[in-house]
């Protein structure tokens, strides 16, 4: 995965919006990804993943994008909410289940009223 | 769904003392259980990996003597955090799988650690 940044990339959108995060990753042989939301002082909430042998995937108001050729992955948030604003990060492994997580650096998004 | 319960969640300590850090999986039995740290405004890294019954694997540069990882029960992991230092306050995250593939990973809420 990407290497730990020194801040957070910001992305700021309208109250109602749709939202899109990107993420690259480098490790080729992962094939398991995960989004997950933080919000401050808490621990990751799950959001939505995908398999390497899928390139899209929705779930409720958010979809999942993965394009292994160019190793990149995006997350798609529909008609944005004020609770929607935390920070998301993409994480990856390759052996699933046994494997620890590699996060990328994290988007810190905001929703303007 | 999966509940991973995390204690505590804050947690201020003199330097040079330890301080224990539990992650519980509440209605599963985690085969393998995480530990992350995570700085301000930063990603989160991982630190070690550990198996029921079996020691730590520790990430590279990760000091196993100060970060004492135990798990000894498909519930319960603990991490020690041994003669703490300012540069060790962190926030300290704990994470549970069942060691299946692309079943996911459920995470703890976080233990805030100051050292003073």
């Known amino acids: 995965g990407e290497s730990v940044g020194l801040h957070l990339p910001t992305l700021s959108v309208q109250e109602g919006d749709n939202s899109i995060i990107n993420c690259a990753y480098s490790?080729?042989?992962?094939?398991?990804f995960i989004w997950y939301k933080q919000e401050s002082g808490k621990g990751p909430q799950f959001i939505i993943d995908?398999?390497?042998?899928?390139d899209k995937r929705q779930g409720q108001r958010v979809t999942v994008l993965l394009n292994k050729t160019v190793k990149h992955l995006s997350l798609q948030i529909a008609a944005t909410q004020p609770g929607d604003s935390a920070v998301y990060f993409c994480?990856?492994?390759?052996?699933?289940?046994?494997?620890?997580?590699?996060f990328g650096k994290g988007t810190h998004l905001i929703i303007q009223p | 769904g999966a509940v991973v319960s995390q204690h505590p969640s804050r947690v201020i300590c003199k330097s040079g003392t330890s301080v224990k850090i539990e992650c519980r999986s509440l209605d599963f039995q985690a085969t393998t259980m995480f530990w992350y740290r995570q700085f301000p405004k930063q990603s989160l890294m991982l630190m070690a990996t550990?198996?029921?019954?079996?020691?730590?694997?520790?990430e590279q540069g990760v000091e196993k003597d100060k970060f004492l990882i135990n798990h000894a029960s498909l519930t319960l992991s603990t991490l020690t955090v041994t003669s703490a230092h300012p540069e060790d306050s962190s926030f300290y995250i704990c994470?549970?799988?069942?060691?299946?593939?692309?079943?996911?990973?459920?995470f703890g809420s976080g233990t805030r650690l100051t050292v003073v």
């Open positions: 490790n080729s042989a992962s094939d398991y």
């Open positions: 550990s198996n029921e019954g079996s020691k730590a694997t520790y």
């Open positions: 995908i398999r390497s042998n899928m």
């Open positions: 994470s549970a799988s069942l060691g299946e593939p692309y079943y996911g990973y459920t």
């Open positions: 994480a990856e492994t390759e052996g699933g289940g046994a494997d620890g997580l590699t």
